[in-house]
T-cell receptor, first 115, second 113 residues
Framework: GNSVTQMEGPVTLSEEAFLTINCTYTATGYPSLFWYVQYPGEGLQLLLKATKADDKGSNKGFEATYRKETTSFHLEKGSVQVSDSAVYFCALISDRGSTLGRLYFGRGTQLTVWP | EPEVTQTPSHQVTQMGQEVILRCVPISNHLYFYWYRQILGQKVEFLVSFYNNEISEKSEIFDDQFSVERPDGSNFTLKIRSTKLEDSAMYFC???????????FGPGTRLLVL
């Protein structure tokens, strides 16, 4: 089946620290991979995505590379800011068996950045 | 920028009562979804909807749940007889034709007592 596992939170960092949030997946076929972010009081927003192996998604200084050999899509940022404090969700859409592209999510990782 | 909206933001109800959660998807989107997140657990898919019918539903989406697009703008999730375990954050999402990205609303936090 399809599933996503991401590192447990919360993650607490000082401003300008390096961030990694690990995400691994199980899927049949060739899924598309996503990172969504949820800021306090808001909905889930797409942060970045990758649709095939070795693709790198990037946005707002965040990056993630689709690694088929390790079934991973780890989120990284070189220098976090206080405004990056949010919950981050890794997700996939399978290319098999789903008619309208349901998303499979991980549990979410709470990131708190201190000044 | 267009966005998905949901009402109410919070709802408290008694076990056994019916609740209707409302969503207004982005206006030119044709594909609609409901997801939920029980506290501390994963965001889970409930149902997808297209062309006025359910396209796919998960095992969670049993006979107590129903969805409807009563007019050209709203998309609703009804829980007929709420249980304690229905307490969760419910997210609505929509997407346009030919793209994978789903746009999410801010969620409705449902508490069943």
């Amino acid at each position: 089946g399809n599933s996503v596992t991401q590192m447990e939170g919360p993650v607490t960092l000082s401003e300008e620290a390096f961030l990694t949030i690990n995400c691994t997946y199980t899927a049949t076929g060739y899924p598309s991979l996503f990172w969504y972010v949820q800021y306090p009081g808001e909905g889930l927003q797409l942060l970045l995505k990758a649709t095939k192996a070795d693709d790198k998604g990037s946005n707002k200084g965040f990056e993630a590379t689709y690694r088929k050999e390790t079934t991973s899509f780890h989120l990284e940022k070189g220098s976090v800011q206080v405004s990056d404090s949010a919950v981050y969700f890794c997700a996939l859409i399978s290319d098999r068996g789903s008619t309208l592209g349901r998303l499979y999510f991980g549990r979410g990782t709470q990131l708190t950045v201190w000044p | 920028e267009p966005e998905v909206t949901q009402t109410p933001s919070h709802q408290v109800t008694q076990m056994g009562q019916e609740v209707i959660l409302r969503c207004v998807p982005i206006s030119n989107h044709l594909y609609f979804y409901w997801y939920r997140q029980i506290l501390g657990q994963k965001v889970e898919f409930l149902v997808s909807f297209y062309n006025n019918e359910i396209s796919e539903k998960s095992e969670i989406f049993d006979d107590q749940f129903s969805v409807e697009r009563p007019d050209g703008s709203n998309f609703t999730l009804k829980i007929r007889s709420t249980k304690l375990e229905d307490s969760a954050m419910y997210f609505c999402a929509s997407r346009g034709t030919g793209v994978e990205t789903q746009y999410f609303g801010p969620g409705t936090r449902l508490l069943v007592l």
